[in-house]
């Protein structure tokens, strides 16, 4: 007989579904621990989705959950459905997952896919500029961040997002040197976490897709590097592409004309946006 019921699972009981896992896929360590995060945040929530348990007492489903339900030592509620022939579980999650773009288009916000886009871009940034100012905390560079949690940090800071949106897709649209996305996480990140005016950071962009005429000649020299690289004359790898854009931006924030733009993986490799 399948029955359902919602219901606290303690990270004892969590421990005790997990016994009889015999039946799931491999565990993905950083499912589990993206999962804890968010229970240590506070942020998981009742959606429906069960623990599913066979009839025999099989776990079938939430193994990732519950695992990570004892990592945190943090309970969460959900449903759980027992019953279940465990002949069934080749027919358990298979369900395409929601992207990122599907919530933000859920709640009606406007460009959905290329915002949320921006958002993860910009969290990636983030996450690997911290890494390289506290190597103890290097473990967050891997760390997810939930689809919800992007969605909430756009519905705060929607005006400045959409604006830098509507600049990045400017730019990208009259010279493709670097995605909508990449120009636009880089713009948040300057505005938001380095704390730069939103104009100069705006100018920067539009001066190097050359929407504005260049007031620098770091700006004219990553111009020509980004464009080598698109046109596949001198390819970067993600890294140097990376620096590049740190060190023209270093230089023209600071009003210091670079003759040429090098890079060092020896000594550059961490540099960072000032």
Known sequence: MITSRTQTITPDYASELLKKNTLNRPVNQATVDDYA?????????????????????????GQHRLLACVKANVGFTT????????????????????SAADVFNIVGISNAAMISSIVSSYFNIKKNDFSYVDTRNATLRKMKIS?????DFYQKHSELV?????????CYDHLRLLTTATVGAYALYLILDKKHPEEKVFSFFRELFGILPPTNNSVSLLN???????????????LQKSVYIKKAWNNYVLGK?????????????????I
């Open 257 to 273: 004309e670079l003759k040429s733009l090098t890079y060092n993986k020896n000594t550059e490799s961490q540099l960072q946006f």
């Open 147 to 151: 689809k919800h949690e992007l969605r």
């Open 37 to 61: 995060a968010q229970m240590e945040k506070g942020l998981w929530k009742l959606n429906g989705e069960p623990v599913i348990v066979s009839a025999t007492g099989n776990l079938l489903d």
């Open 79 to 98: 449903v759980i459905t027992t019953g279940i022939d465990a002949s069934n579980f080749d027919t358990i999650d298979t369900g395409k997952v929601r």
């Open 224 to 238: 020509h590097v980004l464009s080598r690289h698109v046109l596949k004359q001198n390819v970067l790898t993600p």
């Open 162 to 170: 959409d604006r830098i949106y509507h600049m990045s897709r400017g």
